[in-house]
């Protein structure tokens, strides 16, 4: 039995079989992934097993992906754009939740919630200074747009987002939160190992054999696909989007004189808790990137090489910086859109010790670009169980604390 319309979160407590939709919409700023997933709990209330059952995806319009960009811009994004895209990529949610349904053969009274994280256009990382009621205070703020009343009521279902606020309010940096569910779905008791997350931003979180809760740490990387897609949008006009499977890469020459000028950025060395996105990485990065790579007079495909080059080093590098040195790590896991570039992936693979291997979570039934929608449907599912979700060793919280609000 759902919870549509009762408003007592004690019925899906009480329950042991839980299904749940998780959307995710990243900084890749390219559609919207759907997941139908089902969580067993043991007579305690534990998560015992989490299923994909169902995967869609839909894809932004062009138009829209352009509205979107604009409003990531601060020279280009709209205030009215801006309230009108928070309503409207309700629509394009519901759109997902219902193509996901009839995919699936289930109707929407047998879902319990959707958990959807939201579009993030700005997000600002440590704290920024506000006019207070005393005097100048420090807040922390991210935002996520996509109404909630708006998916709820074209849906017929319980709505639960704004999970990064919370956490936000209480100290934290809002982010990753994917983290507590990949303890759940990837925990060994014998390898350590990194899952590692490459959307637009790149993201790892680190578990070591074995760990609890307190013992796995997470940290934004820097770049994961956005130069690279921004460079091929621009040089195709918008016919493409990506370097599909590394294709541009794989023909181009590694500029070592352009990646070394672009490792120098302060936040690859900065430890973690730390998180970053499109506003550091975006649009003004990448006039950075090919004003330098045109200097010195390099060839489209030898930009794009160099570009893949640079996310795939600060990844490693991080590792080496960040990880190995604490942990013994023998697994990395890659998911995400950079999980089907098989340039990046070799070049990843190459600078990583012989000892430690690289796959992907596909290799493990969840389909490469499914995992993070898999973990919002965790974390939903945890806010209805009334339990914390957030990580304070991730994000920097002073406390565990129940993410997200819950549109009935």
Not at 48 to 55: G, P
Not at 60 to 83: F, H, I, P, Q, S
Not at 121 to 127: F, K, L, P, Q
Not at 283 to 293: I, L, P, Y
């Amino acid at each position: 039995m759902s919870i549509v319309n009762r408003r007592d979160w004690r019925l899906y407590r009480e329950k042991q079989e839980h299904l749940l939709v998780g959307l995710m919409s990243g900084t890749s700023l390219d559609g919207v992934d759907a997941a139908l997933v089902s969580i067993h709990t043991d007579a305690a209330g534990e998560i015992e097993k989490t299923t994909l059952q169902a995967f869609h995806y839909v894809p932004y319009g062009e138009e829209l992906r352009k509205r979107l960009l604009a409003l990531c811009n601060l020279d280009t994004a709209r205030l009215d754009e801006l309230v009108v895209a928070h309503f409207g990529l309700a629509e394009w949610y519901a759109y997902a939740v219902r193509q996901l349904l009839e995919q699936a053969g289930v109707s929407s009274d047998q879902v319990d919630a959707v958990c959807v994280h939201g579009q993030t256009v700005w997000h600002i990382a440590g704290t920024t200074p506000f006019p207070g009621p005393q005097g100048e205070m420090p807040v922390r703020a991210s935002l996520q747009i996509g109404e909630l009343s708006t998916l709820a009521e074209r849906i017929g279902i319980p709505v639960i987002g704004n999970f990064r606020a919370r956490d936000l309010a209480a100290g934290g940096e809002g982010a990753p939160l994917v983290p507590y569910a990949d303890l759940i779905l990837f925990r060994d008791p014998q390898k350590g190992r990194l899952l590692q997350n490459i959307g637009g931003i790149g993201n790892v979180t680190v578990i070591p054999a074995a760990a609890g809760l307190d013992q796995i740490y997470a940290f934004d990387t820097g770049p994961g696909n956005m130069l690279i897609d921004e460079l091929v949008n621009r040089e195709t006009g918008g016919r493409e989007r990506f370097d599909a499977s590394g294709r541009i890469a794989s023909a181009g020459r590694v500029c070592e004189e352009l990646l070394h000028q672009f490792l120098q950025d302060e936040y690859y060395q900065m430890p973690p808790p730390k998180s970053t996105g499109r506003e550091v990485y975006g649009r003004g990065f990448a006039d950075r990137f090919v004003s330098e790579g045109e200097k010195l007079q390099l060839a489209f495909a030898d930009l794009i090489a160099t570009a893949t080059a640079l996310t795939a080093r600060t990844i490693t590098d991080a590792y080496r910086q960040h990880v190995f040195p604490q942990v013994n790590i023998k697994e990395v896991i890659v998911s995400g859109g950079g999980a089907h570039n098989l340039t990046l992936l070799e070049m990843m693979r190459r600078d990583l010790p012989s000892d430690v291997t690289l796959t992907t979570t596909a290799e493990y039934g969840v389909p490469d670009d499914a995992k993070e929608a898999v973990a919002f449907a965790i974390l939903g599912h945890e806010t209805l169980m009334d339990r914390p979700s957030n990580v304070p060793s991730v994000t920097g919280a002073s406390r565990p604390v129940i993410l997200g609000n819950v549109c009935w």
